[in-house]
């Protein structure tokens, strides 16, 4: 950041800050309606707990595996091609929510529907074991390795990364 970005920045938090005390002097501090800041995490939150339920697939798993793949970055693209906040390849999400979709994977709730989808079929062909889920959503649908364990090195670092975010997740009251 250039020094004048930092000083229009620095300029910029002075006058809210001085705008907010004028506000709560002049108008009583009973009138100012309570900040709230909100995450990422938290505005995708109602979405993914929809589209999840819709397809019976663990909220507290996709936030894990959102939160891994693209930090709740809506425009997320991987090196490998991966788009949106699930990271979902545009040939799988074609394949799951149908070709036209492709013209608007980014955004938020369709890559998000299209993630779940994909999740949903995966846990059904894991029978629902977390691990083999995990390393089937990472290597794609057809992942090698004996009963869908991970034998990539990516997936073998993958899998304990979004079992820690879904360990937090899953302590959420949906």
Not at 97 to 114: D, Q, S
Request: glycine residues 8%; charged residues 15%; contains cysteine.
């Amino acid at each position: 950041m250039g020094r004048n970005q930092r000083s229009s920045a620095h300029l910029l938090r002075k006058l809210a800050g001085a705008l907010l005390l004028f506000l709560s002097v002049s108008l009583g501090s009973a009138s100012l309606p309570p900040v709230r800041f909100f995450t990422a995490e938290r505005l995708y939150q109602e979405m993914i707990l929809e589209e999840s339920m819709k397809q019976s697939v663990d909220p507290a798993l996709v936030m894990a595996i959102v939160a891994q793949e693209s930090s709740f970055r809506w425009w997320a693209v991987s090196p490998s091609g991966a788009i949106g906040l699930g990271q979902i390849m545009p040939g799988t999400a074609m394949e799951v929510c149908g070709p036209a979709i492709i013209a608007i994977i980014f955004h938020p709730r369709i890559n998000l529907r299209c993630s779940i989808r994909y999740l949903a079929a995966i846990v059904a062909m894991c029978n629902g074991d977390k691990v083999c889920t995990l390393a089937g959503y990472n290597q794609g649908p057809w992942f090698p390795g004996a009963n869908g364990r991970p034998v990539t090195v990516e997936a073998m670092d993958y899998v304990p990364r979004v079992l820690k975010f879904y360990a937090v997740y899953s302590l959420n009251r949906w």
